[in-house]
């Protein structure tokens, strides 16, 4: 069965770094675009980050882009979002989810993992 | 950016209750739409994809229809399960955007 596990999450201070992992089981890693998708309390389910099934292309949000970066392994079956420069709004519940197949939505969620920006 | 406007916010029903929750895009998104269902501490489950097919293993008594830029989730009959919250995402263009979330409450 499909497994997507976060890692990663933690509290961290305003201008700092994090990087999220996903690993995933159960699927052809290598044949699927991934996603990363964050929830609020306040502003809801906002999609971050996809990188195509090789890597080759990666779309961002305003919110995040040249702050964070989307990256895969496929060898390690894991994708990574890097998270620089954070700010007390990037505070959230961080989903990695799996694409359908080269169709944007997500068949498949992990559990989340909690990020947490204050000093 | 597309905007997805869900309503209501917040819906009372009751077990048996046919209910429908209403998502409108800002711009044509085709039927590049997707509902999903979280219940609480939990993901997001997908329910509906392409506007109105049904994932498999959801209850046929979940369907999904589209007018225009109006996209409808309609459950049949609820059941207990069913209270949670729903949210709507187009996926037609970057960036993916989601509705703010219909939470069915039990009335």
């Known amino acids: 069965q499909v497994q997507l596990v976060e890692s990663g999450g933690g509290v961290v201070q305003p201008g700092g770094s994090l990087r999220l992992s996903c690993a995933a089981s159960?699927?052809?890693?290598?044949?699927?675009?991934m996603h990363w998708v964050r929830q609020t309390p306040g502003k809801g389910l906002e999609w971050l980050a996809t990188?195509?099934?090789?890597?080759?292309?990666?779309d961002y949000a305003d919110s995040v882009r040249d702050r964070f970066t989307i990256s895969r392994d496929n060898s390690k079956n894991t994708v990574y979002l890097q998270m620089n420069t954070l700010r007390q709004e990037d505070s959230a519940l961080y989903y990695c989810?799996?694409?359908?197949?080269?169709?944007?939505?997500?068949?498949?969620w992990g559990q989340g993992t909690t990020i947490t920006v204050s000093a | 950016d597309i905007q997805m406007t869900q309503s209501p916010s917040t819906l009372p029903a009751s077990v048996g209750d046919r209910i429908t929750i209403t998502c409108r895009a800002s711009q044509s998104i085709k039927s590049w739409l997707a509902w999903y269902q979280q219940r609480p501490g939990k993901a997001p489950k997908l329910l509906i994809y392409r506007a109105s097919s049904l994932e498999s293993g959801v209850p046929s008594r979940f369907s999904g229809s589209a007018s225009g830029a109006e996209f409808t989730l309609t459950i049949s009959s609820l059941q207990p399960d069913d209270f949670a919250t729903y949210y709507c995402?187009?996926?037609?263009?970057?960036?993916?955007?989601f509705g703010q979330g219909t939470k069915l409450e039990i009335k």
């Open positions: 995402q187009q996926y037609s263009d970057y960036p993916y955007t």
């Open positions: 159960g699927f052809t890693f290598s044949g699927y675009a």
């Open positions: 989810t799996k694409d359908a197949g080269h169709q944007g939505y997500s068949d498949y």
């Open positions: 990188i195509s099934y090789d890597g080759k292309d990666k």
